[in-house]
C-alpha cells in the first residue's frame, strides 16, 4: 500500500512541477517580449522621432495635419516613458466614459506631466519586469533508490535579457523587423537645400537567384537638389556597398508618400547599421 500511495504522489509531484515549468517558461517569454518592446521604444526616444524638449514637441504637433497623426504621435511619446522608462506616473488612459481624449488633452499631459520627469535624466537602458521567485522540487521517495531535486527558476536575469536581445535582434536580420523605420520622423523633411547632405536610403528592386523579386534599402547622401518643385534629386551612393561598376550618382523623386514607405521608391533617413 505505501508502495501505491508513494507512486500516486510521485505521479502528482510530476505533474504539478510541469505545470509550474510551463508557468514560468509562459512568464519568461512575456517578460522577454516586453523587455523587447521597451529596448524599441528607448531607440525611438534617442531618434529624431522622440520629442525631447518643449519646443521640438510643440512644432512638431503642430505640423501635423490630422488629428489621427496627432493622436498617433503624442500617445507613442506617452508609451515610450510609461512602456520604455517603466515611468508609471506618466501615464494616461486613452478615453474616460467611451469618449476618447483628444489630441490636445494628451498633449497637454505629455508637456505639463510627463517632460518634466527627465530633468533628472532617462534610463539607459529598460528594466526587466520579472520576478524569479526560487522553487525547487524534490522528486522521488525515501522508499525509492534516487532523490531528483528540480530547480523550476533556472534562469537568471542576466540569461533573459540576453535571450532578449539575441531574439531582437534575429527578428532585424529576418526582417521581421525594421527599427528603421520606427526612427523616422513624423513630418516630411521639405525638398529644399537643407536636404543637401541629408543621409538617405532608398528602396530598390532586385531579382535574386531564383527570378524572385526582393526589395532593399541603398544608403548614400543628398548630393544636389535638381528640381524641388518636381521633388528631383541627385543621390551619392555609399561606395562600401555598391560594386565597382554601378553608378555613384543617381536621379531620383523623392515622392511625399514615398516617406517612410516600404515599396520601390520608398525613402528616408538612413541612421546607421542597426546590426
Not at 526612427?183 to 543637401?196: A, F, G, R, S, V
Amino acid at each position: 500500500m505505501k508502495e501505491e500511495h508513494d507512486q500516486a504522489l510521485e505521479l502528482q509531484k510530476r505533474a504539478d512541477l510541469r505545470r509550474k515549468q510551463a508557468e514560468h517558461e509562459m512568464r519568461v517569454e512575456n517578460a522577454k517580449e516586453e523587455y523587447i518592446k521597451a529596448w524599441d521604444l528607448i531607440e525611438v526616444y534617442h531618434s529624431d522621432r522622440g520629442w525631447k524638449t518643449l519646443s521640438q514637441s510643440w512644432r512638431t504637433f503642430n505640423q501635423l495635419t490630422s488629428e489621427r497623426a496627432r493622436l498617433r504621435a503624442v500617445k507613442e511619446q506617452i508609451l515610450i516613458r510609461v512602456k520604455g522608462f517603466g515611468w508609471d506616473k506618466a501615464t494616461h488612459a486613452w478615453s474616460k466614459g467611451n469618449v476618447p481624449y483628444s489630441s490636445m488633452e494628451l498633449m497637454r499631459h505629455f508637456v505639463d506631466v510627463v517632460l518634466p520627469m527627465e530633468k533628472d535624466g532617462v534610463p539607459e537602458k529598460p528594466l526587466l519586469k520579472f520576478q524569479n521567485n526560487t522553487t525547487k522540487y524534490t522528486l522521488g521517495t525515501t522508499s525509492a533508490l534516487s532523490v531528483e531535486h528540480v530547480d523550476v527558476n533556472s534562469k537568471t536575469t542576466e540569461q533573459i535579457e540576453a535571450e532578449a536581445m539575441i531574439e531582437r535582434e534575429r527578428r532585424e536580420m529576418a526582417g521581421e523587423t525594421d527599427r528603421d523605420a520606427n526612427q523616422q520622423t513624423h513630418i516630411i523633411p521639405n525638398i529644399d537645400e537643407n536636404l543637401i547632405g541629408f543621409n538617405i536610403e532608398y528602396c530598390f528592386s532586385y531579382v535574386d537567384d531564383d527570378g524572385g523579386e526582393y526589395y532593399a534599402w541603398c544608403d548614400g547622401v543628398v548630393e544636389d537638389i535638381v528640381n524641388a518643385e518636381k521633388r528631383m534629386v541627385d543621390i551619392r551612393w555609399n561606395e562600401d556597398k555598391v560594386h565597382k561598376d554601378d553608378v555613384k550618382v543617381s536621379r531620383h523623386q523623392l515622392k511625399i508618400r514615398g516617406w517612410n514607405g516600404k515599396k520601390v521608391g520608398a525613402w528616408r533617413k538612413y541612421v546607421g547599421d542597426q546590426i
